[in-house]
């Protein structure tokens, strides 16, 4: 792979993504300013991840908005593949699809996909991906969606639901469909195979039209969703993509939950996030200090920064001042890497407790079959 190669497919994600050419590849647009400017009217809100970017490229937005201003409601629809914990990475699509569902009173869909992981993962048993599949619920209702809209769905435990939908996908998406989309070989298991099908079960489970916010590498799955979604009788699920969350080591790869050093857990101790940040996270300060203070920093490539861009800084000003600092020389990378840990750990403090609280609420939110 050349320096300026990249790979996005939901299973894996490496290099130094470029996201204009990510959006030609898969065919998605960039959200434009007007369309920003759109649901800013809509929503009567200006979203830090709109406004910057996060959520850059999408499917077929402007159908569900009109369709919205008809008086025609949408659901929302998300998931996870509970390889491990949650970590901070996964925090961005979920926190911008309860904004979504606080801005338009919609009911909204969490898939957890303990059979995935079980396939695609060699080490991990289905024991493990279902114990996982609990623990991510909780981070998810402690970000506090509607008890009343919004239901968790487990792959093992609500397949009675999922599987009469998901075999009318199947049935339309043939193996040289898949193994184009995404590399599938002659030693695939079977459950890969199939899998897609059950992803796009969810987005048929309402007779409405579906908005999906998801991260960008989950996008092949919904392609052939949406090609097949006229030949079931159903509407094509409209998507809104944000970008992967950099490793903490810096450019290239999104944060894998395998990845241990890689990765803030959102069930890191305070010490622990501390100790992660300052050890591993990518600097783009100079080697010294006289330099850095003589030539400045890189914001545009430093961790650190990028996380308090993308998730944990949305005051504009005050981001605006880090990254002028850090350029100026006048910030040192050590202060900067503490500004961010000061920030997680608020942040962790409060999402700790609202995540214990919510192992009490677990059953509201469930998804039963009928
Ligand atoms: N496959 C996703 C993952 O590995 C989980 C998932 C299931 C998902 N349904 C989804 C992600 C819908 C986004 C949207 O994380």
Redesign the pocket.
């Known amino acids: 792979m050349s320096a300026d190669d990249f790979i996005v497919t ?2 894996h994600v490496e290099g130094d993504i470029d996201y204009d050419k990510l959006v030609q590849k898969f065919g998605t647009e960039k959200i434009s300013v007007e369309l920003q400017n759109r649901i800013k009217k809509i929503t009567g809100e200006d979203h830090f991840m709109l406004r910057r970017g996060i959520f850059f490229s999408h499917r077929e937005m402007n159908r569900i908005l009109d369709d919205y201003e008809k008086g025609n409601k949408f659901f929302l ?5 509970p ?1 491990g914990h949650t970590h901070i990475g ?1 925090l961005i ?1 979920w926190a911008f699809a309860k904004w979504l569902q606080k801005k338009f009173d919609v009911n909204m869909y969490f ?3 303990d059979d ?2 079980f396939f ?1 993962k060699p080490n991990l048993t289905l024991e493990d991906t279902e114990k996982f599949a609990y623990e991510n619920a909780l981070d998810f209702i402690a970000l506090g969606f509607n008890p009343e809209k919004t239901k968790i769905i487990i792959n093992t435990k609500n397949i009675q639901t999922l599987y009469p939908i998901a075999a009318q996908v199947a049935k339309k998406i043939n193996f040289s469909n898949t193994k184009a989309t995404f590399g599938f070989t002659n030693e695939t298991n079977l459950g890969m195979i199939f899998y897609t099908s059950l ?1 796009s079960a ?1 987005c048929f489970i309402e007779d409405k039209p579906v908005l ?4 960008v590498d ?1 996008d092949p ?2 392609r052939l969703t949406r090609d097949i979604a006229p030949k079931i009788g159903k509407p094509k699920p409209a998507l809104i993509h944000n970008i992967m969350i950099p490793a903490l080591e810096g450019p290239g790869g999104k944060m894998s939950a395998s990845d241990e050093n890689g990765t803030v857990y959102t069930t890191d101790a305070p010490n622990v996030v501390k100790k992660k940040i300052n050890k591993y996270a990518f600097s783009g300060g100079r080697p010294d200090i006289e330099e850095h203070r003589r030539l400045g920093g890189n914001p545009d490539i430093d961790v650190s920064y990028q996380y308090l861009r993308i998730f944990f800084e949305p005051d504009d000003n005050k981001l605006r001042s880090i990254y002028e600092d850090y350029k100026s020389g006048k910030l040192l990378s050590g202060e900067l890497k503490a500004i961010l840990i000061e920030k997680i750990n608020t942040f962790l403090a409060v999402h700790q407790e609202k995540r214990e609280k919510a192992r009490e609420k677990i059953d509201q939110f469930l998804f039963e079959n009928k």
């Not at 629809?77 to 593949?81: F, L, S, W």
């Not at 999906?212 to 991260?215: A, K, M, S, V």
């Open positions: 939901p299973w629809y998300t998931g996870r593949g390889s996964h699509p898939q957890l996909t995935e992981k695609s992803q969810p999906i916010p998801l991260g989950q799955h919904f």
